[in-house]
């Protein structure tokens, strides 16, 4: 920056330079060798009154410092005149400083139309007669610089200004748009509030104050905006007493509602709070930018509907954020004596669902399935988490409907993601149907449970939207029942269901539940459906065998006291379809209808255990045992491999030569042509080199191909890059190099060497909830960290949202608009941070922590380290 | 010092993707012909050969000039990967500097397969491994294609050590379409947003496919000659060069950074030098050519060659100071992003778009008033070469280059003047005035007067009198 600002061989015009801000302005721009037209009609601050003194004075101020300025005298209403005279004195206009003012401070109750004219004809008609004269001169040189005076008074009101507030944001329009059509000329337009004694403010200021707010401390950025270097254009500054700021126009983000939609005045006020929300303001610079909320509201399409309790549009296929859970035979056995299972500890069949070292096996009671998506939904509602668009309080809710599907049977133990999404929404006049359909996955991601939930929202509809289907399903045939049975519920009955997570107050309090209404605790509808999904099994699973449950679907139609006589009658109405509906004796009223439980027709297979390395040493060491693998059945397996899936090789598209040591051998593994085998080829894309031991623990997945290479254990020939293609074989199973193994032994396939594979218990949960206890202990992290950390945790998947930058630091799942940094990796990854095993830095260098908005936060994840 | 070197016929041939292309040697032939035309030189004239092409067996540039002429003279076939075409430049260049030869040609081509980089030869030690065991040990091996993990890698270690935000190298690729979309030479001249770009697939992170130069197949060349021989041509201002510097890997490549691995200490240090032999600096570029082969290279780029400060492209960017109207025009052509990258070609091909702005015959994407052009070609393995050309001959000389004839070929764009960016018009005009300037150590008209406002602004409305004095002129009150 060592040239300065200056304005050799340039002209300029200032309006009203004969005392103030214009003076100022012009001695400034002299000063630097700028060429000066010093305009002053020299009148009184109200408009009246000419002289030529002042502008001469200025004139001659210049002219003795030894720069170049001629006065002009005329009123910018004659804005010719100004620009001629510098046309007619210099032969150019580069810049005008569109200054001269007036006041004619009146309270609108004794304001005239005399005082408004005046006012709108000097700052408003004056400063446009004036630019209007010199634009032609500007856009043909394409240079100008033009510069016009508004207020704050006009930006924010002043009392006793309604005329000059209104002139003078009049100026600020019409800098925006003349900025625009001077842009492609280079003629730039800028606009500043000055807050500066002057005539104008005298009287109104202290002495102190007034000397304080020299117009010197304006002109600066006047001279700036006016010069060659400045490149803005249609920007508005406030300044004065030292000060110099840019202003901007900011809007609230808004409410938008969908087209189609009759928006009402109660509409309006019951979302003003959001309508006048600038904590997240966008700042808008243009028309288009101004209407892009509009363009997108119009691409978006018509509405489906909605009132204050349910918008449709907004609702309709939110996902919840994902939930994990897992259960073992504890939580089975609970489950099944909470729906009334067990009830004689002799029925051997009803042990089996309550007694994990049952002879024959414990089996779990299928319709536990519903217990994960209920406690996703249940934990939801706790920490306040709902989709957008629902906004009905839990005092509306009924719960409708509930559906069920297995895929396979439930196993014993197991860690379930559930992942929930608003699937459908009813308007059924008075109230609403909202249907969120919840699938839950096992630990290596395969679906288990599909499910869906009706909830009947009392008072909510009405809306004019769609009805759904309304057909009557699982209707009862006329014929008597094939089967009925009655159960007495016992009066404890929903205090032990409740302890399998609906912890509903409704269900246990007897105040609670007279203040919803009832005359005592009720039963949960969900337990009644156990008693009778398990009631129906009983009697129409072949031998009994709950295996066979595949799906279930009931209507709630009404309560159950604890207490209570529950009949369930039953209609066979296929070897897969059983109908059922449950009455209270008591009262002879039907409390679930419409439900029916179909029927696997052959025990679907239990899942295949995947390919799993020998992660185990115990149990890899028994498998090796048996029958020891070594490169001779690698090589055969992949060979088999490779034939039965031609796809590998066609994408890899590499051959690689293996030469093995301790004890020499060599093989080709032909990428190319699908083949593995014994010898040497003659164009291999890369040769490795490693002992027989290392490659037999690679392919078991033992060793690490980064640790053999880097330790000189793998030697790597030829096209290094190419090594990567071996991952194609990474899907090949390791049950058929057992099998080549055990074919080669002469004996028959060994067991797989790995049973289950062990499930890894989640980190997310537990770390996160560490990191809580460290935030309530040392809330000073948070000035440490300052951001908003959202955290994506996958396999399995969590969401957290990590509050460094209020305080009191927040920790909470699920997800957040908020996030200073969006944080994505592996929950193994995780543990890896937490352990200090690895850095963050090196997680993202390698590509296994992914990182969005703000990096810097992401340099401060120490206080992961050591939480666990 | 050796002699000056000017460059006095550029020419290529629009790129093509791979199986799209006529074989090699029809396109070096039509590149050499169109230079050839460009600089009113025969063939006969031309005393030495320089062919750079990456992929083909040996001799290829005998078979590509035999094309134009079966006139004896000796040609040299240079391989060094990307930077090959402007290695093939430098080494005819220092033909004519060292008063070897008056006139010499340099051409470069390629005729690609399918496909990201790989290596042709797998039987012995790949000459990347250095930089491959380097990368290892930083951030592994994965599937994605080796180049885009090396220069994805460099990226990486730049957002972490700068905040660079994913969208800045997005908006790389939005500028070079948005350049492309003036170049009739350029593959993709398709506007991208940024959204369209991140929303394509990941190659490897920061990357997305838009985000990786396209394999292309290609022809450019140039002809370097003396002042004397351009003179007997009737050419009195030629763009020249004015420095030129090659660089090959420091330690500091293998050590612990990906941004070194991919060459940014090379190209460093090849601009610092080139910046001392041709005595002008990065402030005095007009234009410049760099190597994107990925778009976090030419994030790096602008840092090595100084264009901007370590750790600020990213301002830079959001300034628009690489694109029209901003401090320089990088990558006019739409760079190899747009234009495509046919190794061999990619140097030369730089070198003929810089040549065509000097000469104020780049059309619609002419980057007005252009005197100093900078050109960075690189590769890896590894060279980075750095050019300076410049064009001294003021409006005469630079109207003496426009009114030339225009070559055949396809060589050079569609004419028709368009009018400029609205920038560029006030660019020329401070350049006009500029030149009208007084220097620096005058004293200008209104020295007097500033010291005088400075001197006494302390205390303008402190004096009783004045304010007295305004006190009397507000009869309204």
Known sequence: MSKEVSFDGRVAIVTGAGQGLGRSHALLLASRGAKVVVNDLGGSTAGEGKSSETADLVVEEIKQAGAEAVANYDSVEDGDAIVRTAMDTWGRVDIVINN??????????????????????????????????????????????????????????????????????????????????????????????????????????????????????VSPIVAYLCSEENDTTGGVYE????????????????????????????????????????????????????????????????????NEFIDADEALGSKYPDYVSSYDEGDLALYALGVGAAKDPNDEEALRLVYESHGGGMKALPTFAVIPGTNAILGFAKEGISPPGLNYGLDRLLHGEQYIELVRPLPLRATLTTRAVVKDIWDKGKGALVVTALDSYDEDGDLLIKSEMTAFIRGAGGWGGERGPSADVNVPPSRAPDVVVEDAIPQNQALLYRLSGDWNPLHADPAMAKAFGFE??????????????????????????????????????????????????????????????????????????NAAIELFEELPKPKEKKPTVASDAVEGDAADAAVEVTSADIIAAIDHYLKENPAVAEKAQTVFQLKLSDPDSLWTIDL?????????????????????????????????????????????????????????????????????????????????????????????????????????????????????????????????????????????????????????????????????????????QRGRLRIDGDMQPAHRLNFLKGLI | ???????????????????????????????????????????????????????????????????????????????????????????????????????????????????????????????????????????????????????????????????AKRETFAKVNVKARQHAAKNPYALFRDPLSVEEILASPEVFDPLTRYQCCPPTCGAAAAIVCSDDFAKKKGISNPVYIAGQTMRTDYGTSFSDSMIKMVGFDMAKNAAQAVYEESGVGPEDVDVVELHDCFTTNEILTYEALGLCGEGEAEKFIEDGDNTYGGKFVTNPSGGLLSKGHPLGATGLAQCTE????????????????????????????????VTMNRCDGGMSGREENRNRRRPEAGAGPPSGAAPGHPWEAARRHHRELDRHRLPENHDRRGGAARRAFEGRSAAPFSEPGRLARWGDRAPGR
């Open chain 1, 100 to 217: 001269a003012g007036i006041l004619r401070d009146k309270s609108f109750k004794n304001m005239t139309d005399a005082d408004w004219d005046i006012i709108f004809r000097v700052h408003s008609y004056g400063a446009y007669k004036v630019t209007k004269a010199a634009w032609p001169i500007m856009t043909e040189q394409g240079y100008g610089r033009i510069l016009f005076t508004t207020s704050s008074a006009g930006i924010y009101g002043n009392f006793g200004q309604t005329n000059y507030g209104s002139a003078k944001l009049s100026l600020v329009g019409f800098a925006n748009t003349l900025s625009l059509e001077g842009q492609r000329k280079n003629v730039l337009v800028n606009t500043i509030a000055p807050f500066a004694a002057s005539r104008l403010t005298e009287g109104l200021l202290p002495p102190a104050v007034f000397d304080s707010l020299k117009p010197e401390y």
């Open chain 1, 239 to 306: 300044v004065g007493g030292g000060f110099y700021s840019g202003l901007r126009w900011e809007r609230t983000k808004g409410k938008t509602f969908r087209l189609g939609r009759n928006v009402s005045p109660d509409d309006i006020r019951s979302n003003w709070k959001q309508i006048n929300d600038f904590t997240e303001a966008d700042h808008i610079s243009s028309v288009m930018e101004s209407l892009g909320p509009i363009i997108e509201n119009v691409e978006a399409g018509p509405t489906k509907g909605g």
């Open chain 1, 520 to 593: 005592r605790p009720i039963l949960h509808g969900l337990c009644t459906f156990g008693y009778a999904g398990r009631r129906v099994l009983e009697h129409f699973a072949p031998a009994g065998n709950p295996d066979f449950f595949k799906s279930i679907k009931v209507r709630f139609a009404d309560n159950v006291y604890p207490g209570d006589t529950l009949v369930t009658e039953m209609w066979k109405e296929s070897d897969q379809r059983i109908v059922f509906r449950c009455k209270v004796k008591e009262r002879d009223s039907v409390v679930i209808s």
């Open chain 1, 672 to 844: 190319k042509t699908g083949s593995a085998g014994a010898g040497e080829t003659a164009k291999p894309d890369a040769t490795l080199q490693l002992a027989e031991e290392s490659y037999v623990a690679l392919q078991k997945g033992e060793a690490d191909p980064m640790k053999l290479f880097s330790t000189g254990k793998l030697k790597i020939a030829g096209d290094m890059m190419s090594v990567n293609k071996i991952e194609a074989l990474s899907e090949m199973p390791f049950d058929l190099v057992l099998e080549k193994a055990a074919a080669r032994a002469g004996g028959a396939a060994p067991a797989a060497p790995v049973a289950a594979p062990q499930s890894r218990e989640p980190l997310a949960p537990k770390l996160f909830e560490a990191l809580g206890k460290r935030l309530e202990e040392q809330p000073g992290l948070a000035n440490e960290v300052g951001a908003v950390l959202q955290f994506y945790v996958r396999d399995p998947d969590s969401k957290w949202v990590v509050d460094l930058k209020h305080q009191p630091p927040a920790l909470k799942m699920g997800e957040t608009d908020g996030a200073t940094t969006t944080i994505t990796l592996d929950d193994a990854e995780l543990a890896e941070l937490s352990s200090g095993e690895t850095t963050t830095q090196s997680l993202f």
């Open chain 2, 1 to 163: 010092m050796g002699r000056k070197v000017n460059v006095i016929g550029v020419g290529m041939v629009k790129f093509a993707k791979p199986g799209q292309s006529e074989d090699y040697n029809v396109m070096a032939a039509k590149a050499i012909k169109a230079a050839l035309a460009d600089g009113s030189v025969e063939y006969g004239d031309v005393e030495q050969a320089v062919a750079g092409y990456v992929f083909g067996d040996s001799t290829c540039g005998q078979r590509a000039v035999y094309d134009v002429g079966l006139t004896g003279i000796p040609v040299y076939n240079v391989n060094n990967n990307c930077s090959t075409g402007s290695s093939a430049l430098m080494l005819a260049k220092q033909m004519v500097e060292g008063g070897i030869v008056e006139c010499a040609l340099a051409v470069g081509f390629e005729q690609r397969q399918k496909g990201a980089l790989g290596s042709a030869w797998n039987d012995r030690p790949n000459p990347l491994e250095l930089h491959v065991k380097m990368m290892n040990d930083a951030q592994g091996f994965t599937s994605a294609p080796p180049a885009a993990q090396m220069f994805g890698g460099a990226g990486r270690e730049y957002r972490w050590k700068y905040g």
């Open chain 2, 354 to 385: 810089l040549v065509w702005h000097l000469r104020g015959q780049a059309e619609d994407r002419q980057v007005e008033g252009a005197r100093v052009a900078l050109q960075h070609n690189l590769g890896l393995g590894g060279g980075a070469v």
